[in-house]
């Protein structure tokens, strides 16, 4: 709850505060996310290799960034919808895969884009 004698100041640090703990809960429990950030980081190391351009740097983190927010989301969505409703329910089901296949949506750009990038510098 907000306490309305918390500066703007105060509220914000709140804020990061809290959204760290977010991202370090989700990097401690989920293995989804522990996968794709795993791979953020190979991919991080393959782009200092490989010495790509600063466009490039631009693309594959923008890539690195929609993965691990659709998998954050996704992850969200699927820990709501089994707090509501714990049984298996038919639209519960399709709710949840149809988050899921946000995520694959993203990792399929995130492949295109790494494409992209590295298949000149290989051939």
């Known amino acids: 709850m907000k306490n309305p004698n918390d500066s703007f100041f105060i509220t914000r640090i709140k804020s990061v505060k809290y959204a760290a703990k977010g991202a370090f809960l989700l990097l401690k429990t989920e293995a989804s996310i522990q996968v794709q950030f795993s791979i953020a980081l190979i991919m991080t190391i393959v782009g200092f ?3 790509i351009s600063t ?3 631009m693309f594959q ?3 690195i960034g929609l993965i691990l927010v659709s998998e954050s ?3 969200a969505i699927e820990k709501l919808s089994d707090f509501i409703h714990p049984d298996y329910h038919k ?3 399709f709710i949840k895969d149809i988050s899921a296949g946000a995520s694959t949506f993203a990792a399929i750009i995130a492949i295109i884009i790494g494409m992209i990038i ?3 510098k290989i051939f």
């Open 49 to 51: 290799l490989f010495n």
């Open 61 to 63: 983190l923008m890539a």
């Open 118 to 120: 590295y298949l000149p």
């Open 55 to 57: 466009i490039e740097w």
């Open 73 to 75: 989301l996704n992850t």
């Open 91 to 93: 639209k519960i089901g």
